[in-house]
């Protein structure tokens, strides 16, 4: 069965520092990719999708970058943190049948 | 591009009764309707799906009925319980397989279930 990793589970960053989050998806081969975030108490925003290897595309224009180095492995990332990147960020996967599972999120607090 | 609005945004019941969720979508050609349930910090989890040829699909005691017309589509808890209790999101999606399926989603529905 497939499975679906995120990590770390919880950061705490100062504003300016970089960012690096990790995705990692079992037992599956060229997965469609997606990276959400969600604000406290607030719905969810597309920010990544990818369908291939180094196939990224960016839903809203910001500070922040995702790539992907190999089929299961997705990374998002970010050179200089703002305050505005505080939220939940879930990493989800799909088999092209429109179905996305979602992993156990990364919880970022900027400060 | 697509639009998804959910109503109502809260939504408070007494153990026992039902509780019924709406989402409305503007792309005609959205043809995939999911329904995520999220407890306090965790992750989004799917608890049911139907497809545009497809007007009523049921699980136990959830339901989502689609009104392709209209453009609508609703969940329905019967017997609801304290652990039902957490934030539904509902989503549509165009299937576009290998261009990327993506999932537009509604605002949520904090659905609070009454001892």
């Known amino acids: 069965s497939q499975t679906i990793h995120q990590w770390p589970a919880t950061l705490v960053q100062p504003v300016g520092s970089p960012l690096s989050l990790e995705c990692t998806v079992e037992?599956?081969?060229?997965?469609?990719l997606y990276w959400y975030r969600q604000a406290a108490g607030r719905g969810l925003q597309l920010l990544f999708y990818s369908v291939g290897i180094g196939q990224i595309s960016s839903e809203v224009p910001q500070n922040l970058s995702a790539s992907r180095p190999q089929d299961r492995q997705f990374i998002l990332s970010s050179k200089k943190l703002l305050l505005s990147d505080s939220g939940f960020y879930l990493c989800?996967?799909?088999?092209?049948?429109?179905?996305?599972?979602f992993g156990p999120g990364t919880r970022l607090t900027v400060l | 591009g697509e639009n998804v609005e959910q109503h109502p945004s809260t939504l408070s019941v007494q153990e026992g009764d039902s509780a019924v969720i709406k989402c409305t979508y503007s792309d005609s050609a959205s043809n995939y309707f999911p329904w995520y349930k999220q407890e306090l910090g965790k992750r989004p989890q799917l608890i049911i799906d139907i497809r545009s040829n497809v007007g009523e699909k049921k699980d136990q005691r959830i339901a989502v009925t689609l009104n392709k017309t209209a453009k609508h589509f609703s969940l329905h808890i019967t017997e609801t319980q304290p652990e039902d209790s957490a934030v539904y999101f509902c989503a549509a999606s165009m299937a576009r397989g290998s261009s990327g399926d993506k999932l537009t989603f509604g605002t949520g529905t904090r659905l609070a279930v009454r001892p």
């Open positions: 037992g599956t081969s060229n997965p469609n």
């Open positions: 989800a996967w799909s088999l092209r049948t429109d179905t996305q599972y």
